[in-house]
């Protein structure tokens, strides 16, 4: 009898031993999914006797899949080879292994948010250089203009004040040659000496 067993042994290790090298090459990686143990079965059913436990997030290599409910032979990463469940099995690497991953990108992504907030203090500050240079720009504008406004102003008195004086003096230059005018018809005339010889 213990022969039998035995040989019977024998020979399902052998078949496991041979289905395992035929589907090497069809081996995926998996891993667990987390916040939980996973047993492991000796065959593709719960009612297969427990042969070991498995960790959250620990990474499997799935051998094949069996069994209702569907059940994956795997192998875990101490070389322990059985068969769990297939929905406490992932094909996303676990947390814990995208961790490292993901805090390096958080580490890269604060660099970044740091790197921005600086430039936008940056930016802000020459904003506000920019806001006051305008506004003072702004002032000497209104100043300029109003500086014209009162050149024109007086450019247009001193245009009238010289329209005046030049007909004011173009009125006694008038006046005066009138005079002359007037006073050389009263003076008396010389006689000729012609006429005095006659």
Known sequence: MQRLFAL???????????????????????SITDDLTVF??????????????IQAGQPITVLQRDGDPQFIQMTDNEGQTG?????????TPSIRAQLPALEEQVGELQERLSSLQQQYQRVRSEKNALEQQNQRMAGELE???QSNITLQSELDNADNTAMIEWFTRGGIVAVVCI????????????????????
């Open 83 to 91: 068969w769990v469940e297939a929905q406490y099995v992932s094909n």
């Open 40 to 53: 492991i079965h000796t065959g593709p059913s719960r009612n297969y006797r427990i042969i070991g436990t």
């Open 179 to 198: 005079l002359l005018g007037i006073l050389l018809t009263y003076l008396p005339k010389k006689r000729r000496r012609e006429d005095q010889w006659m």
């Open 8 to 30: 019977l042994l024998f020979a399902s290790f052998s078949f496991s031993a041979i289905a395992l090298q035929e589907q090497g090459s069809d081996a995926t990686t998996a």
């Open 143 to 145: 100043t300029a203009l």
